[in-house]
């Protein structure tokens, strides 16, 4: 019964995980512990994956179930080497790529995520931590911060900024900020995509605190693997708010010629505007306000030719 595995590849563990049975789970592990070798246990139980890759420890994380990974995590520690603990709870992916640091992000559970942060400075070094909870990313490219913005997790977000801080290297904030997923999209990108606004406020004052100068202007230029700027995104969305914005900080930060080539005037690998964008969009708000700054930076010829 203990060592069952159903079609899925769950063990009775998997399962009383899944669904929050603490008091199962404590039954189990008594009679595991009667029954089974340390080996069969660390394999069978502690360590066992699912069809999707999925240990215990994963599946309390992606289900938000504190209780039962600190009681995981209790347990690895009476039968399992630092080792093992490493590399097969605290940076076992499953098959999409995500740690327990992620899942517990991606369910928003900060206190779980808080737990693994603390287990984490118990087994690893600075560097270990730095590369493997903070820059880590899935099979699509995504970092904690990334999967933070996608949650709208303000709080999370707040937490793994100051976990940064705490490493005592600016660097690992600035790559926090600047890191692309598959797509290309920095975290910015997708806070624009998505309506984040109180994020990306966040994000460009964390921003605006880093010693690196052209920080926020690489967030501000940056574009995605189709070429698509901030502009383009906010456009595309219909985020009038965000985009008003966005023209603020690049009035704050960078010069005309910049904002003119690389905001206004930008094209996407298909050549379109942010004119073009939001003209197919039908965005007659924002194409109004982006005729008014195109008034302010460009001269008659390139407004010509991009308005009309």
């Known amino acids: 019964m203990l060592l069952a595995r159903d079609k899925w590849r769950r063990t009775v563990f998997h399962m009383a995980a899944e669904v929050g049975r603490l008091e199962v789970l404590q039954t189990l592990w008594e009679w595991a512990n009667e029954e089974l070798t340390t080996e ?21 994380a992606e289900m938000g179930r504190l209780e039962i990974s600190q009681k995981i995590w209790e347990w690895a520690n009476e039968k399992l080497t630092t080792e093992e603990i490493n590399n097969n ?3 076992a992916t499953d098959d999409e790529g995500r740690t327990v640091f992620q899942m517990a992000t991606i369910k928003d559970s900060l206190e779980i995520l808080q737990k693994v942060w603390e287990w984490a400075i ?17 099979d ?12 709208d997790s303000l709080e999370i977000l707040q937490k793994v900024w100051e976990w940064a801080i705490e490493k005592q290297t600016e660097e690992i904030n600035k790559k926090l900020l600047l890191a692309t997923d598959d797509e290309g999209r920095t975290v910015f990108h997708m806070a624009i995509d998505l309506g984040r606004l109180e994020i990306l406020q966040k994000l460009w004052e964390w921003a605006n605190k880093l010693t690196t100068e052209d920080t926020n202007n690489k967030l501000l230029l940056a574009t995605d693997n189709k070429g698509r700027t901030v502009f383009h995104m906010a456009a595309d969305m219909g985020r009038l708010e965000i985009l008003q914005k966005l023209w603020e900080w690049a009035n704050e930060k960078l010069a005309t010629e910049e904002i003119n080539n690389n905001l206004l005037l ?16 039908g965005r007659l708000e924002i194409l109004e306000k982006l005729r008014e700054w195109a008034n302010e930076k ?3 010829e390139e407004i010509k030719k991009i308005c009309y």
């Open 40 to 60: 069969e246990i660390n394999n069978n139980l502690l360590l066992a994956r699912d069809k999707w890759r999925r240990t215990v420890f994963h599946m309390a």
């Open 89 to 91: 709870l605290l940076l």
């Open 122 to 138: 118990e087994k690893q070094t600075t560097e270990e931590i730095n590369n493997n909870l903070l820059l880590a990313t899935d």
């Open 140 to 151: 699509e490219g995504r970092t904690v911060f990334q999967m933070a913005t996608i949650k």
């Open 266 to 281: 930008a094209t996407d690998r298909w050549g379109r505007t942010v004119f073009d964008v939001a003209a197919k969009k």
């Open 298 to 300: 460009l001269t008659t």
